[in-house]
């Protein structure tokens, strides 16, 4: 008598854990623009686990997978793993941090004020709204202007964080100039160290300025080992310097 009860329990325990564990939903969270298979099912094999399984949600939202959305992809990919388990629905979640207008305005007041030539100051900074950008470190860029001038100058700002790519929003800003001396540092025909900055990297190289040029003033360089005039900032008698 015991051993058919102990038989009944034990397969009433092994369908009630089977039940939950089909029932209950995954939910996983990721940093990036794209979702991996290793962030749906972290017990993949490391090969499978890199396939690309489709965009990320927007910073801040979710989406809802289904354990046959996961399987038509790895069928897509033409593998197949038979002791892969796969939940009946995943939640993917994409954390999400917010920057109000007065932190965003901070951000790009820094970045202008790290770009301003000499003599140039910055007045005001006029951004419009705040915006959600993923989790993670944030980088603020602006593409610098080829030239500054004192009044209203609209710029791009980039703002990138973590991993994610950058998003590109629009800054107004209010710039003086005061009168500085715009006697040239360097003259035409002088031999300068060309700086090519991005971030994160310089590259330097020797070439020739094909003009004279005083201190923040963009002339064009020839270098010397290339055949091709680039723009580039003076900022002393034998430096200029390019922003990628």
Same mark, same amino acid.
Request: proline share 8%; hydrophobic share 40%.
């Given at each position: 008598m015991k051993k058919p009860l102990l038989l009944s329990l034990l397969?009433?325990?092994?369908?009630?854990? #089977?039940t939950a564990d089909a029932a209950a939903p995954a939910r996983v969270s990721v940093l990036g623009d794209r979702i991996l298979i290793a962030d749906l099912l972290p017990g993949a094999p490391v090969e499978i686990g890199a396939l690309d399984f489709g965009p990320a949600p927007q910073p801040g939202h979710s989406r809802w997978l289904s354990r046959g959305e996961i399987r038509r992809r790895l069928h897509q990919a033409m593998v197949h793993v038979p002791r892969l388990r796969i939940p009946r629905r995943i939640q993917v979640g994409?954390?999400?941090? @917010? *920057?109000?207008? $007065?932190? *965003?305005?901070r951000l790009v007041q820094q970045a202008v004020m790290a770009r301003l030539p000499a003599g140039a100051s910055l007045r005001h900074v006029g951004v419009v709204g705040g915006v959600v950008l993923p989790a993670g470190n944030i980088t603020t860029e602006i593409d610098t202007p080829a030239r500054w001038h004192p009044g209203r100058q609209v710029v791009r700002v980039r703002l990138q964080a973590g991993a994610s790519a950058a998003i590109v929003v629009p800054a107004t800003l209010t710039i003086e100039m005061a009168s500085v001396?715009?006697? $040239?540092?360097? @003259?035409?025909?002088?031999?300068?160290?060309?700086?090519?900055?991005?971030?994160?990297l310089e590259v330097?190289?020797?070439?020739? #300025?094909?003009?004279?040029? #005083?201190?923040?003033?963009?002339?064009?360089?020839? $270098?010397?080992?290339?055949?091709r005039v680039l723009l580039a900032r003076v900022r002393d008698a034998n430096n200029v310097e390019i922003d990628l």
């Open positions: 397969a009433a325990l092994s369908g009630i854990t #089977a994409r954390p999400a941090q @917010r *920057l109000s207008e $007065p932190q *965003l305005r001396d715009r006697t $040239p540092l360097v @003259r035409r025909g002088d031999r300068v160290i060309i700086a090519a900055r991005a971030p994160g330097r190289t020797r070439g020739v #300025a094909q003009r004279d040029g #005083a201190s923040g003033e963009t002339i064009a360089v020839l $270098p010397l080992n290339g055949n």
